[in-house]
Structures are given as structure tokens and as C-alpha cells.
């Protein structure tokens, strides 16, 4: 299938479109690790994390290992059940995108959360992830897009090959290639749903200043990415999907 007919297929982006078809672009993923696993297991399998970081490791040159880390606490585990739970309540069509399958890691460092295309479906929170529910719930939202992201770049990649590394983001980190930059700008269009959601509901965790932040870094990535001559075919095809969906938020936000 072309990198077209995927996202055909697959309706849209995850977090980003209400009809994105979860369970179709799981099966694509879990065909893709099949043809380089060679072996003929039972699709869910596949789509275990332990088994995909494996197969990975063995695959991909390169491939990082787990950051310093150690299992989360009886507080953290009741804390991310809570805010997944408030998720689903808030955004009830989001609930299979909660549900893949992921491990989740306590960071021994000083970053807040990590996720790496290399190590699928791994999730790493520090400590400061855990300050308050709003945090935690727009971190998962943040990683689980990096997570859902990166499934469709297991199928096509974002970028060419030998893309370079000398993007920044909005927030002043350096060092990214495109499909950062893209990954990045899924992220805060995540984000942006979820903080929305939220205000428009009328709850006293509403945000409106962190709404304005992550709008703001939602446009400025997406300048970055229409400037790049490095996206992959697919690549340009989010780009342009999410060009769209800022024309749509613009206009929400004039009517408003």
C-alpha cells in the first residue's frame, strides 16, 4: 500500500482525528514486525512491547538502551489509573488509543518523560511527572502520540533517508531531525485536544494559558516542517493533514 492509501485506510492521525482507526493500523504494524520477525505467531503477540523493543534491538543498528529506571510505585500506578480514567470520561473517543499496550517506566533522571521510536511502546515518566493529575494526564496524552506516531512510522518512515539533525524545536531543543520536529508538532496537536476539551467542559483544572503555549508550538513546528525538503512521501501527507486541522482551529477560534 501506498503511504496514501495508508492514511486512507487508517482514517486520519491518532488524538487528531475522531474516526482514526486504532485497531487497522495495529494490524499493519503487527504484519510489518511479522515480516521481519519471520515466524508465524499469532498477530497480538507482535504487539507486546517487550517482544517489539526486542526485535528492534536485534534489527535496528544503533538502537538505544532503557534509560536508569525502576518500577513504578503502588501511589504512581493508582495515579496513572486515575488519569487514565479521567481521560476516557473526558474524551470517551479516545479509549482504545488508552488501552494499547505499553510499559510504563519511573525514570531515575531529571527528565520529566521519554519515549523513543526505537523502543515501541516503552513509556519512562520522572518524578515531575507526577505533580498534579492535570500533568500526568497531559504527559500520557504527550507519549501515547509519540507511541501511536511512531506505529505508522514503523510502516513508512517520516523522513528521507539520511535526513540531517540540526532542527529546534519551539521550545528551544536542538539536535532534531524531521521526524522529530514531527512527532513533536503530533504531540502539541494532541495536547491541544485534550486542554480543549478540558476548558470546554468547564473544569476547574482548565488551563487556558497552557492552551495558548501549546497552540503556539502546534504553528511553529508546522512552519518548520512545510519549510523542510526532508520529508518522506508520508511525511508530507501528516504535514499537510495537519495544515488542515490548524486552518479548522483558526477558524474555531475566530468564531469563538
Known sequence: M???????????????????????????????????????????????????????????????????????SNAERFMLAEAKANLKALLPEWEALLDIPVNIHKMLNQQVSLTNPVLPQQIFLGEAAFTSITDLEELLVHELSHIWSSLIAEIYDFQLKDSSNNYILPSGTGGKNPRG????????????????????????????????????????????????????????????????????????????
Not at 4 to 22: A, R
Not at 226 to 240: V, W
Request: glycine share 2%; hydrophobic share 40%; with cysteine.
Open 181 to 256: 520536529v514531527l512527532l513533536a508538532c503530533l504531540f502539541a496537536v494532541s495536547a491541544l485536544n485534550y486542554h480543549q476539551r478540558l476548558l470546554a467542559t468547564g473544569s476547574v483544572r482548565a488551563r487556558p494559558e497552557r492552551l495558548d503555549y501549546l497552540n503556539q508550538y502546534f504553528l511553529r513546528s508546522l512552519v518548520t516542517l512545510k519549510a523542510s525538503a526532508e520529508l518522506s512521501e508520508i511525511g508530507k501527507l501528516i504535514t499537510s493533514r495537519l495544515d488542515e486541522f490548524s486552518c479548522n482551529l483558526t477558524t474555531n477560534t475566530v468564531r469563538r
Open 2 to 72: 501506498t503511504p496514501s492509501e495508508i492514511l486512507n485506510e487508517i482514517n486520519g492521525l491518532p488524538f487528531v482525528h475522531s474516526d482514526f482507526n486504532s485497531k487497522k493500523l495495529l494490524t499493519f504494524v503487527a504484519v510489518v514486525r511479522k515480516n521481519i520477525y519471520r515466524e508465524n505467531l499469532h498477530l497480538t503477540t507482535y504487539l507486546q512491547p517487550d517482544f517489539a523493543t526486542a526485535l528492534y534491538n536485534r534489527h535496528v543498528a544503533g538502537a538505544p538502551e532503557f534509560p536508569p529506571n525502576q518500577t513504578l
